[in-house]
């Protein structure tokens, strides 16, 4: 049964646009939401979160958008840069994103210069 | 930021074997850590919690004597997969709770790839 679910293995933006990877789950419990980026043979590191209480955070280039009613979440790059390209796994958490985490399959994303 | 180092990134064995994956918080103390493991296009999926000085809490269907988990510092957490067989092939990923703000205090190590011959 997975819970949270991220539909597009993949996804290739051109550089300077905007990336749109999306996230969908089934738990209503959740109440803290994760992104996750992970360069090859790395761990994944913290990108930025958001709690149910809020629809939007935002951080420099990244911003994660919350809506509870369709259980989706999304996490908007502007602009791509090469850097980017990574993979990028959603999470949630039932206890402020501390604890357990269920994560998605990912998403591979290519910037293209 | 905190580093979380995991050994080996990866290791072949033979089935029936057992092998040993460490999970070190170079620079923190953790006092709790997580295991993960990941099979080929799934998600990563919570093995079991791993809680300095005390046993660890596994998930459902994980089976605690075939995954010895051992806690015995603030800054090791162990995990042991014994009497390897091929079904067991997958990437394991540590990660301790370490400084930082709500939802960042998770730091990850780089995973430990094992293929069961």
């Known amino acids: 049964d997975q819970q949270v679910k991220q539909n597009s293995p993949s996804l290739s933006v051109q550089e300077g646009r905007i990336s749109i990877l999306n996230c969908d789950y089934t738990?209503?419990?959740?109440?803290?939401f994760l992104w996750y980026k992970k360069y090859p043979a790395e761990g994944p590191t913290f990108l930025i979160s958001?709690?149910?209480?809020?629809d939007k955070n935002e951080d420099g280039r990244f911003t994660v958008f919350l809506n509870k009613s369709a259980k989706h979440l999304s996490l908007h790059i502007v602009p791509s840069q090469p850097g980017d390209s990574a993979v990028y796994f959603c999470?949630?958490?039932?206890?402020?994103?501390?604890?357990?985490?269920?994560f998605g399959t990912g998403t591979r994303l290519t910037i293209i210069p | 930021g905190a580093v979380v180092s995991q050994h080996p990134s990866w290791v072949i064995c033979k089935s029936g074997t057992s092998v040993k994956i460490e999970c070190r918080s170079l620079?923190?103390?953790?006092?709790?850590m997580f295991w993960y493991r990941q099979f080929p296009k799934q998600s990563l999926m919570l093995m079991a919690t791993?809680?300095?000085?005390?046993?660890?809490?596994?998930e459902q269907g994980v089976e605690k004597d075939k995954f010895l988990i051992n806690h015995a510092s603030l800054t090791l957490s162990t995990l042991t997969v014994t009497s390897a067989h091929p079904e067991d092939s997958s990437f394991y990923i540590c990660?301790?709770?370490?400084?930082?703000?709500?939802?960042?205090?998770?730091?990850f190590g780089s995973g430990t790839q094992l293929s069961v011959l």
């Open positions: 958001i709690s149910s209480i809020k």
């Open positions: 999470a949630a958490s039932e206890t402020n994103g501390n604890e357990k985490l269920t």
């Open positions: 738990n209503s419990m959740f109440d803290y």
């Open positions: 620079d923190f103390q953790a006092t709790t």
């Open positions: 990660s301790a709770r370490g400084p930082g703000g709500v939802g960042e205090k998770l730091f």
């Open positions: 791993s809680n300095e000085g005390s046993k660890a809490t596994y």
